[in-house]
């Protein structure tokens, strides 16, 4: 599933998501839960599919707070799609596992996001700088 999205998004989306738009905005109450979930500690240690997508040598920083959109929307769109096992329960009837694994299986993906979320306003702001 996982790469499916991916690839989907990458066959429409070419890492040139508008990241001005509102729905990449980070507000302030997003930055203040980042700083209590302590985003910056724990964000290096995290695993990167492909690494060279987000190198500052290989493309600008336009480039990467493009490829941080539609990085956002695959693990946003794979969070929502983790609940799809639920209705396996229907036909194997054990919906708390169903429930919880779909639910980690969320939180997961959007550890993710919130890693895109967070590096990229750092990113708008190195935009703006050069």
């Known amino acids: 599933m996982r790469l499916t999205v991916a690839f989907a998004y990458n066959s429409v ?6 990241y001005k738009k ?9 930055k203040k839960l980042y700083e209590k979930l302590k985003v910056k500690s724990w964000k290096n240690s995290m695993p990167t ?3 060279d997508i987000f ?3 290989l493309h600008t ?3 990467i707070a493009q490829a941080t959109c539609q990085a956002e929307l695959v693990h946003e769109t794979i969070a929502v799609l983790s609940f799809s096992p639920i209705m396996a329960g229907i036909w194997f009837g054990a919906y708390p596992v169903f429930i919880i694994t779909s639910v980690f299986s969320a939180m997961f ?5 919130i890693i895109q979320r967070y590096n990229r306003q750092r990113i708008v702001k190195l935009i703006k700088v050069c």
Do not use: K, S
């Open 13 to 18: 989306i070419h890492n040139r998501a508008d």
């Open 61 to 63: 920083w336009e480039q």
């Open 22 to 30: 509102r729905w990449y905005q980070v507000g302030r109450l997003e």
């Open 109 to 113: 993906d959007m550890m993710f996001v």
């Open 49 to 51: 599919y492909d690494a």
């Open 55 to 57: 190198n500052p040598r």
